[in-house]
RNA sequence: GCCCCUAUCGUCUAGAGGCCCAGGACACCAGGUUUUCAUCCUGGCGACACGGGUUCGAAUCCCGUUGGGGGUGCCA
């Protein structure tokens, strides 16, 4: 069978690491079945859409490698065919005006209740409502509303489709049927839904439930009962069709097969379905997929700045490890494999697998795998990579005859590409290099340790060009000359030229820097320490 | 309020009645390599939300409680 997928952003912001892992997890479930991925811009809510949001959503598909097949629809240009659906909706008798006498009044899809043949209709068996004693109950060919009491003894008002209620009998005090629904009596309640029949003093009702069914790939058998559901709205005041009747229209035009979506529309598919089979199309299969929660286990909202997919790009991750990451929340191929390639992963990937409840947001783990992916990448390969950001985060180094051989000393030490912004030591004029103040005190305040780095600062100069394993050797003669512990000077000379404790090999970054600007490193170092 | 969904180490997850007094990864801790840091190697800490049931046997099935999430007539 075809297999025919699509994401269907709205252009609302930035794309959010959610957006983006219902794409990723369709793009895969679609290659993986050889199938056609398609890209819907749903665009309706022309208030907030922006051509600016467009770009960027275009720009990180691009940047993911989550390449669409055929031409990108815009629902926008989709409204008139929607509202020509809407108008043969109220034709066959699924829709109709809420304010029929009012030129501007949104257009209702009516759940039928004539639904027992259809597919994901069946029946759950006969149920008893008790009401609030003595409560009136209110009915159209729309709905019902009826009052029942909470268990903390408050009135609360009920209100549902007439579909929910089949063979509906509404009792008296004493028991006596008060009102019996039939196609008769159907027929004759108020057909405008600003009417309604009252049936006054009623205690309970009594009807046959229905509810809708679906099977989701994700979530397993779904289920939600007729009499918890109501008439919903699929045109605007305004005339502009709702998401409701959009979404399915172009699902329906795009003849898309599988729907792979957020949890949040568990609900809005059981009344997907009744508008599918309205207008005369199969519906889809469904797969909700879980949410992504902050942090602080809450949903990710338009708040959380950090977790724009952008953000990933410019912080120095790797396409490769946001995507590989991302498809390990909520998914996994059933092994111990984590680290896998795009090709991996299309291959393992089923829709069926994906986890049913929500997962957690980890950036530890995402810096990790990317350090994974950074550390395979050949060194032309990683040469190439961190330019851009050399450019942002180390200006300094662009164009300097040392950069090679520090991104070699540093590639095993590099996270995220923006770690970049630490390597400015090695490029700064002596005088620009800045200290950790309190490293400077720790490492830099013994006297017999200031005159032995002192000692080999003037040695250095003796040294105009020297290796690595030259430097060893003289730092380990100046210890040996001050009865100095053997390495104990190696981390008092790191401070003093690179001005941090952390980094690569000393010696190494003693060479690279060169004898010249490692000496007055170290005496600007022993300067600053006076002051 | 009502409806729907959900619950395994701090986090991501394996687990579809016996293979599990629960396995892997990240994080964390300890040790080794590197006279710093990172990489790499070894080890450790650490979970089936709670209460009932079904069964010879339950993390796995059922019910309930609690927690979390979603939905609930003009957002998508």
Redesign the pocket.
């Known amino acids: 069978m075809d297999f025919r997928a699509r994401f269907?952003?709205?252009p609302?912001g930035q794309v959010h690491i959610g957006n983006i892992r219902t794409a990723i997890f369709n793009w895969l479930a679609t290659r993986h079945n050889k199938g056609t991925f398609l890209l819907r811009i749903?665009?309706?809510?022309l208030e907030?859409s922006t051509q600016d949001a467009i770009d960027k959503l275009l720009e990180c598909m691009k940047w993911l490698g989550l390449d669409y097949d055929e031409e990108i629809m815009y629902?926008t240009k989709q409204s008139g065919l929607h509202k020509q659906a809407a108008e043969k909706l109220i034709e066959t008798g699924y829709a109709y005006k809420?304010?029929p006498a009012e030129e501007h009044?949104?257009i209702?899809f009516k759940l039928p209740y004539d639904c027992d043949g259809m597919k994901f209709i069946r029946q759950a068996g006969p149920v008893r409502i008790d009401l609030a004693p003595g409560s009136a109950v209110q009915l159209n060919q729309?709905?019902v509303?009826y009052n029942?009491v909470?268990?903390?003894g408050?009135t609360?008002e009920?209100?549902a489709s007439l579909a929910g209620f089949k063979n509906l009998e509404i009792l008296g005090a004493d028991g006596s049927v008060l009102f019996r629904l039939d196609e008769e009596s159907r027929k004759a309640l108020p057909s405008n839904?600003q009417e309604k029949m009252t049936v006054e003093n009623c205690s309970a009702l009594t009807f046959l439930r229905r509810?809708v069914f679906y099977h989701d790939l994700v979530?397993?058998?779904?289920?939600?009962?007729l009499d918890?559901?109501?008439?919903?709205?699929i045109?605007?005041?305004?005339g502009?069709p709702?998401?409701?009747l959009?979404?399915v229209y172009d699902d329906m035009q795009q003849r898309v097969t599988h729907i792979v979506r957020?949890?949040?529309?568990?609900?809005?598919t059981y009344r997907h379905l009744f508008l599918f089979e309205a207008l005369g199309f199969t519906p889809p299969q469904y797969a909700?997929l879980?949410?992504i929660?902050n942090k602080a286990?809450?949903?990710y909202s338009k708040r959380d700045g950090d977790a724009f997919v952008g953000d990933f790009r410019e912080k120095g991750f790797m396409a490769q490890a946001l995507f590989n990451?991302l498809s390990?929340?909520?998914?996994?191929?059933?092994?111990?494999r984590?680290k896998m390639s795009k090709e991996e992963l299309v291959e393992a990937f089923t829709i069926e697998?994906a986890?049913?409840?929500?997962?957690?947001?980890?950036i530890?783990?995402?810096?990790?795998?990317n350090?994974?992916y950074i550390?395979e990448l050949s060194r032309d390969e990683f040469m190439e990579r961190i330019a851009p950001y050399l450019e942002k985060y180390c200006p300094e180094a662009v164009g300097s005859p040392l950069l090679e051989k520090v991104a070699e000393l540093m590639h095993?030490?590099?996270?995220t590409f923006a770690d970049v912004a630490h390597w400015t030591y090695f490029f700064r004029s002596p005088e620009n290099v800045e200290y950790d103040a309190k490293a400077l005190k720790k490492f830099l305040s013994d006297d017999m340790i200031r005159k032995s780095v002192e000692e080999f600062a003037s040695g250095l100069d003796a040294l105009p060009s020297c290796t690595a394993a030259e430097i060893?050797s003289k730092?380990?003669a100046v210890?040996e000359k001050y009865g100095i512990?053997?390495?104990?000077l190696?981390?008092p000379l790191?401070i003093a030229v690179t001005g941090?404790?952390?980094?690569?090999?000393?010696y190494?970054?003693i060479e690279l820097i060169g004898s010249a600007g490692s000496a007055s490193r170290i005496r600007r170092a022993l300067a600053m320490k006076n002051e």
Request: glycine share 8%; no cysteine.
């Open positions: 269907a952003p709205s609302t749903e665009d309706t809510d907030r629902q809420l304010n009044s949104p209702l729309a709905g509303v029942t909470s268990p903390k408050k609360v009920n209100a839904p509810e979530k397993g058998d779904l289920a939600k009962p918890s559901m109501k008439d919903f709205i045109v605007r005041s305004d502009s709702v998401f409701h959009a979404n957020g949890d949040d529309h568990v609900e809005n909700h879980p949410m929660v286990g809450k949903p990451y390990l929340l909520g998914w996994s191929p059933g092994d111990d984590e697998r986890l049913r409840s929500p997962a957690q947001f980890d530890a783990k995402l810096t990790n795998m350090a994974l550390a095993s030490r590099t996270k060893e730092i380990r210890e512990p053997q390495g104990k190696n981390q790191r941090s404790t952390i980094g690569a090999g000393i190494e970054t």
